[in-house]
């Protein structure tokens, strides 16, 4: 997502309208909330009409601020129904099966809050939804994965109706403070991952909906595929440098190696990137926490070989750069302390 997409609209009115109404509930007049923000009354009251992510972010900031309330992502979260997605929302009850859905969700997720990197894998016989930053978010970090992770395992157990469900979220920070009043109202959540994952048994992925409509899902694919068509392809950009950001005996390509083999210059790379508010160096630091995570997860490595698989030839140093991705160390992240 380039800087220049924040002024388009692309996040739903309703979005911003439960925003408002979890600040009224805590006592914020919408008046106080909305002063200053230059989100026209009229726009609210329009059902398909759509704020700029910068208006989205300003409402955001504006009601952590006056509400002083951190938890209102997981109440977002909480709160959300298909419904409120639109267009979107229908296409998911519209899937064949848990695959589809996802694959949906995935291909689509950047008409409705383009700021996120999803991509999907399976993991140890799990299904793992992974989330980063396609944009920085500063200070509504962790705003932005409460909402986006808590929303979709509502939405998860939705599309599941009668059927019991297993599912985890996983962030990469600390455990807040404000979780254990949220404790009972969430799936299982677990923190200091080093990634900001929703995850479930791949056995799921077969699992059929009860309200698949295939006419309906080829019709509201096809709607989606035009709107997509005219958003830019940053999220795709960034995908591409991860996928390539693979070390080999320790060394990860540099910023010439990733240029050439995306066929661009070094110039372009580098320009691209600063659209995007992203430095190379931020790209191979997530790279190396990534695979730290994996090895430290996957195998019986040492902490010092595995240092040197991702670059490392300090294991101190290593253990510095781990503790900053996660906040603890690999050998407390391997024991689960």
Same mark, same amino acid.
């Given at each position: ?24 509930? =805590? ?28 208006? /989205? ?8 601020? +006056? ?43 950047? +008409? $409705? ?12 016989? /799990? ?15 962790? /705003? ?33 403070? /404000?979780?254990?009043?949220? $404790?009972? =109202? ?36 096809? @709607? #989606? ?12 950009? +960034? ?27 070094? $110039? ?5 990137? $600063?659209? #995007? ?11 190396? #926490? ?9 195998? @019986? ?18 253990? =510095? ?17």
């Amino acid at each position: 997502m380039r800087t220049s997409d924040f002024s388009k609209p692309s996040v739903p009115v309703a979005y911003g309208l439960l925003t408002i109404r979890l600040a009224g509930e =805590r006592g914020i007049a919408r008046e106080t909330l909305l002063a200053g923000l230059e989100i026209p009354p009229e726009l609210l009251e329009k059902p398909d009409g759509r704020l700029s992510m910068e208006q /989205y972010s300003r409402l955001i900031d504006r009601s952590l601020r +006056l509400t002083n309330d951190p938890a209102l992502g997981y109440e977002f979260g909480l709160r959300s129904n298909l419904t409120a997605h639109g267009l979107m929302g229908l296409g998911l009850m519209s899937q064949a099966n848990v695959r589809d859905v996802i694959e949906f969700a995935i291909q689509f997720v950047r +008409l $409705r809050t383009p700021i996120y990197d999803v991509r999907f894998l399976v993991e140890g016989g /799990y299904g793992v939804i992974d989330v980063r930053e396609a944009v920085p978010f500063g200070r509504l970090r962790h /705003y932005a994965f409460d909402m986006l992770l808590v929303t979709w395992a509502r939405m998860a157990q939705v599309l599941a109706g009668d059927r019991k469900i297993e599912l985890e979220i996983w962030f990469d920070r600390l455990e807040p403070d /404000y979780y254990d009043r949220y $404790r009972d =109202r969430l799936p299982r959540v677990r923190f200091a991952m080093g990634a900001n994952q929703l995850r479930f048994p791949a056995a799921y992925l077969d699992l059929p909906l009860e309200t698949a409509n295939p006419v309906t899902a080829k019709i509201v694919t096809e @709607s #989606c595929n035009r709107e997509l068509e005219t958003l830019s392809d940053t999220g795709d950009f +960034l995908a591409r440098i991860r996928n390539v950001l693979v070390a080999e005996d320790g060394n990860y390509p540099d910023l010439k190696a990733v240029a050439a083999k995306l066929f661009v210059s070094e $110039r372009t790379l580098k320009r691209r990137l $600063r659209e #995007c508010g992203f430095s190379f160096r931020r790209l191979l630091e997530e790279a190396r #926490c990534r695979d730290s995570i994996r090895l430290l997860r996957e195998t @019986s490595l040492s902490v010092q070989t595995i240092s040197r698989q991702v670059g490392y030839a300090d294991p101190a140093n290593f253990t =510095r750069a781990f503790r900053k991705w996660t906040g603890t160390t690999p050998a407390a992240f391997r024991s689960g302390t």
